[in-house]
């Protein structure tokens, strides 16, 4: 029997984990930085990303993801020093559907789908999900969004919400494993409501949080992997 035997549904965060926003964030960001002559590379931008998202977020937790990113950048230019116009902004809100996934996202999600139901929790709104499920060529099972939830993680509310939506369709909480990449955003929670959970480290050979933030405690995932393709063959086993 294989260790990953007990679950049924597996909860994936997708931003980090299936999709490479890192690579996505530099990219929409860089156009501008080059503009204004700004001396950041692409870690520098991702960083930048990183230290106000989780701020904006909770300043505004019923907001759709792209007005969030939006003011995002408006708070980077501050950071930085360059002006950010409303169409800068509002076109780094839509940028989301164009971020990458990972190479290995995609064929590892297509296999587990044939032992366990997949699910998403993710920090964003519908509309920009559903072109990165779209990119992935993965239809899931069952999707919550921050939009769904009116707050984004690590509030714990995002947490109950997909638990509660497994639980009517007959999945209960001890069948469920939580895959992400965040400690701060999904694992922290998970731990504090019971929910096993597999850390997908994705930077694992870069070190740092990168577009996240450092977890507020300490936090020990039952297993670590260092990608999806390296989890699916464990899961799979």
């Known amino acids: 029997m294989g260790e990953f035997d007990g679950f049924a549904t597996l909860s994936f965060d997708c931003y980090g984990t299936l999709i490479d926003w890192e690579r996505g964030i530099a990219a929409a960001l860089r156009p501008w930085a080059a503009r204004h002559g700004l001396p950041a590379d692409d870690e520098s931008l991702v960083a930048a990303h990183g230290r106000h998202e989780t701020h904006v977020q909770q300043q505004m937790p019923a907001a759709p993801y792209p007005d969030v990113l939006a003011e995002v ?3 980077i230019g501050v950071d930085l020093g360059a002006p950010v116009s409303d169409d800068e902004a509002r076109a780094y809100g839509a940028s989301v559907g164009e971020w990458p996934p990972f190479p290995d996202s995609g064929p590892a999600l297509a296999a587990l789908g044939e032992r366990y139901r997949l699910a998403i929790l993710s920090n964003v709104d519908r509309a920009s999900f559903a072109r990165s499920e779209a990119a992935l060529g993965v239809e899931f099972d069952l999707v919550v969004t921050a939009e769904d939830v009116g707050a984004y993680k690590p509030d714990p509310a995002n947490f109950r919400h997909l638990l509660a939506a497994l639980d ?27 929910l096993a959970s597999v850390w997908i480290h994705r930077r ?11 977890p507020g405690g300490s936090v020990e995932p039952r297993w670590r992997f260092p990608s999806m393709a390296a989890f699916s063959t464990a899961a799979l086993a």
């Open 73 to 75: 950048m408006r708070r």
């Open 168 to 194: 009517g369709i007959g999945v209960a909480p001890g069948l469920v494993l939580h895959v992400a990449e965040s400690l701060y955003h999904d694992h922290e929670p998970a731990a504090a409501l019971g």
């Open 204 to 214: 694992h050979d870069r070190g740092g949080f990168g577009a996240t933030r450092e």
